[in-house]
Nanobody, 122 residues
Framework: QVQLVESGGGLVQAGGSLRLSCAAS????????IGWFRQAPGKEREFVAS?????GSTDYGDSVKGRFTISRDNAVYLQMNSLEPEDTAVYYC??????????????????WGQGTQVTVSS
């Protein structure tokens, strides 16, 4: 079992940047596909990005494409640029060993972090 810990959230002005990190304890992240999701108050959890084990394939939600970048080494990172107030949410990283090829659905992820708050002011 792997425990995930997110960090890097905070308060930033619109147009600014933040870098979120997802680290693991208990087991290494290297064999897991990792996804980032977010949830704003009163809204459903939304897919943000995913990355395969080697990092060779990434995927992004339409609302963040071109602004966010997911990457990995021993941890997984989400570089968020050109932030907008609509990006305000709790951001979660999640891990799965499901190698089915499409990683946008939250139900395929077995392990979740506790979340980190991102607030973008206008």
């Amino acid at each position: 079992q792997v425990q995930l810990v997110e960090s890097g959230g905070g308060l930033v002005q619109a147009g600014g940047s933040l870098r979120l990190s997802c680290a693991a304890s208990g087991r290494r992240l290297s064999t897991y596909i990792i996804g980032w999701f977010r949830q704003a108050p009163g809204k459903e959890r939304e897919f943000v990005a995913s990355i395969t084990v080697t990092g060779g394939s990434t995927d992004y939600g339409d609302s963040v494409k071109g602004r966010f970048t997911i990457s990995r080494d021993n941890a997984v990172y989400l570089q968020m640029n050109s932030l907008e107030p609509e990006d305000t949410a709790v951001y979660y990283c999640a891990a799965t060993l499901y190698y089915g090829g499409i990683y946008r659905g939250s139900s395929i992820y077995n392990y979740w972090g506790q979340g980190t708050q991102v607030t973008v002011s206008s």
